[in-house]
């Protein structure tokens, strides 16, 4: 059994900063994948950023690219979020994702059906 666990979600004021961790127990990943995803109520879940097998490749939505920075301490099972510029758009649940499956393309590890275990979320609200 794998659990997910995330942490470090808050409310900040637009232009603020906030780093996010998530942390994987129950089994040590050797490579694979670990992501972030988003959800709003009515909206889509939406990908924001994976790292794939240690930091070989490493993708980002659309809307965080160059904010958001995504990274890892695979000795820790844990992966790290950093996000910069926060804009009220930002705001939303934020779900950490884990897979032992490796996609390098990007295509198939932006998806969410690529990820077989979850967190619960942690909350990030950005007020204007």
């Known amino acids: 059994q794998v659990q997910v666990a995330e942490s470090g979600g808050g409310l900040v004021q637009a232009g603020e900063s906030l780093r996010l961790s998530c942390t994987t127990s129950?089994?040590?990943?050797?490579?694979?994948?670990m992501a972030w995803f988003r959800q709003t109520p009515g909206k889509e879940r939406e990908f924001v950023a994976t790292?794939?097998?240690?930091?070989?490749?490493?993708y980002y939505g659309d809307s965080v690219k160059g904010r958001f920075t995504i990274s890892g301490d695979s000795a820790k099972n844990t992966v790290f979020l950093q996000m910069t510029s926060l804009k009220p758009d930002d705001t939303a649940v934020y779900l950490c994702?884990?897979?032992?499956?490796?996609?390098?393309?990007?295509?198939?590890?932006?998806?969410?059906?690529?990820?077989?275990?979850w967190g619960q979320g942690t909350q990030v609200t950005v007020s204007s």
């Open positions: 994702a884990a897979s032992q499956t490796i996609y390098y393309n990007r295509q198939f590890a932006t998806r969410d059906q690529s990820y077989e275990y």
């Open positions: 129950g089994r040590t990943f050797s490579g694979g994948m």
């Open positions: 790292i794939v097998n240690h930091g070989e490749f490493i």
